[in-house]
């Protein structure tokens, strides 16, 4: 089990979902899928941030084609459990993806709104695929019709935090994912 003591964070968890270890065993079957999909052809890799570099991260060293990498940083969220329904991109990609296989890496599909602005700036460059890859799948909170590729996990209608997500910044650095005790959803003073 997790020592609260070395992260105190781990108390202002209501429940764990996913252990560090299950993560890392779901991220290497993922990277199996991946690697069958893609067949060692190469692609581009393109992570959200900032949720998703853990995630990222540990899925790269799984992948065993060449990958190019960059990443693009949307927001929907700022300091609330719940989406104000208008993602903005902050960053746009660095590389060229015209005519090359892409994939997007997120830490989490709930509503699909923040994913589907991503996958229409993608569209735009006129890539030859787009395939989606997200940790955690919240399909309770669905508001448009849009699927990930690739799922690692599919999880209830709560609020998680660990391994990339946040609440106000707080909470990436979990090893696990869990449920955050509602007395920690008020925004937070040191925000």
């Known amino acids: 089990m997790y020592n609260c003591e070395r992260n105190p964070q781990l108390n202002d ?24 999909h893609y067949q060692n052809q190469e692609f581009v890799l393109i992570s959200v ?14 992948i065993h084609s060449p990958v190019y990498f960059d990443s693009i940083r ?25 005519n090359k296989d892409v994939l997007i890496v997120d830490d989490i599909l709930d ?21 989606t890859c997200v940790l955690l799948n919240k399909i309770a909170r669905r508001q448009i019709d849009l699927t990930a590729d690739f799922v690692g996990f599919d999880i209830p209608d709560e609020f998680v935090v660990g ?13 696990c994912v869990g449920i955050l005790n509602p007395d920690f959803l008020n925004p937070p003073s040191w925000s």
Request: proline residues 4%; hydrophobic residues 35%.
């Open 13 to 36: 968890l209501d429940k764990i979902l996913f252990t560090e270890k299950q993560i890392q065993e779901r991220i290497q079957a993922l990277g199996i899928e991946i690697n069958n």
């Open 49 to 62: 941030v900032n949720g998703a570099i853990p995630f990222t991260a540990d899925l790269m060293r799984e």
């Open 74 to 98: 949307a927001s929907s969220y700022n300091h609330s459990t719940n989406s104000n329904g208008s993602p903005i991109l902050l960053d746009r990609l660095n590389i060229g993806i015209a």
């Open 111 to 131: 509503t699909g709104l923040t994913l589907s602005c991503i996958i229409n700036e993608i569209v735009q460059q006129k890539p030859k695929s787009i395939k």
């Open 163 to 175: 391994y990339g997500l946040d609440f106000a910044e707080k909470y990436r650095t979990l090893p």
